[in-house]
């Protein structure tokens, strides 16, 4: 069970990264939404790209429920944030991202904070919560939905950093859900089980501030904020209430392991630069980040346009009155 667990969280980290990636690309082709409106998932999902990016998050979510099962919540939920490195990397070598070398640099230490966390983590399984957990989780979300309302009406990368945030704190209290939920010894007890309806809720929420931080054009910046607010309560509950554990003696490698994987991905909110702009931009940052169907109905657009200016001029009729004449008019 340990190795699957492992393996688990290696796949999630992959799942994640592709997840954002294409979840991006669709958010900045769809309207901007400057209110929390649960409208932008259905319009989201008209979107193809969207559906395969969210077929990937709901694998990855499977994997990271799975592998909650054993590891502690301040592994998975650092692991999760490793997802960034691969969105980063296939963002450059298919969507010709141009990272900072600052960035990379964040990322790099985002990877090498995630390799102390491994080697400190101790598996085990969860401890349950009480009626009194339950309600405070969802307190929680309520709470998130509130200043999810007036976050929403930022813009650019404080409007990213804002929502990634909140979206970030939403699947914190589905991962807190969901660690004593993996424990469920039959299918009966976990369909019963309340914390089932609140992890959903609570993927739910997270999803909607997720496409809204995205829309604002950061895509590292909105998973960034994210991971990072994502990562602290989930850890300290965790450790506190649910029965993680770190290896004996390997506790200040757990504290610096996750003190630099948290200043990376805050320094990644910082100097992250925008991959793409809103569909709902100027013409021309819009013609940099089309696709070659949008580029090429743009061109038949104008093209038309031009044509039937073209015919309107031909076909315009002439002044009335007699014609110029020069001098006297020969036989």
């Known amino acids: 069970m340990l190795s699957t667990s492992w393996g688990f969280l290696a796949a999630m980290i992959i799942a994640y990264g592709v997840a954002n990636l294409l979840q991006s690309v669709a958010a900045s082709r769809t309207k901007l939404h400057t209110s929390c409106n649960p409208k932008l998932l259905v319009r989201l999902a008209s979107h193809r790209i969207y559906l395969y990016g969210l077929s990937f998050q709901i694998f990855g979510f499977m ?12 592994l998975v939920q650092a692991a999760a944030s490793a997802g960034l490195g691969v969105t980063a990397l296939c963002g450059v070598l298919i969507l010709r991202w141009k990272l900072p070398k600052a960035e990379v640099g964040l990322l790099t230490l985002l990877f090498a904070g995630l390799f102390a966390l491994v080697i400190s983590a ?31 009406r930022m813009h650019g990368a404080p409007g990213s950093v804002a929502l990634g945030s909140l979206a970030g704190m939403a699947f914190s209290a589905a991962a807190v859900a969901g660690r004593p939920l993996a424990s469920s010894h039959s299918i009966t007890e976990f369909v019963s089980s309340p914390l089932l309806y609140v992890l959903i809720g609570a993927s739910l929420l997270g999803q909607l501030l997720l496409g809204l931080a995205m829309q604002r054009g950061s895509t590292t910046a909105s998973v960034a904020s994210m991971d990072a607010a994502g990562a602290v309560p989930a850890a300290a509950i965790g450790l506190l209430f649910l029965g993680d554990k770190i290896h004996p003696g390997r506790e200040w490698v757990a504290a610096l392991g996750f003190f630099i994987t948290l200043a990376a991905v805050i320094g990644l909110t910082r100097y992250a630069e925008p991959q793409h702009h809103h569909a709902t931009a100027e013409p021309g940052p819009r013609a940099l980040t089309a696709g070659p169907r949008a580029l090429k109905a743009r061109a038949l657009a104008a093209r038309h346009v031009a044509a039937d200016a073209a015919r309107t001029v031909v076909a315009r009729p002439m002044p009335a009155g007699p014609p110029p004449s020069s001098g006297p008019r020969g036989r």
């Open 63 to 74: 994997l990271a429920f799975v592998a909650r099962r054993d590891l502690p919540l301040f």
């Open 122 to 152: 101790k598996p085990a399984p969860a401890h349950s919560i009480g009626s009194g957990g339950l309600f405070a989780l969802l307190i929680w979300l309520a709470v998130i939905a509130v200043i999810g309302v007036f976050a929403a």
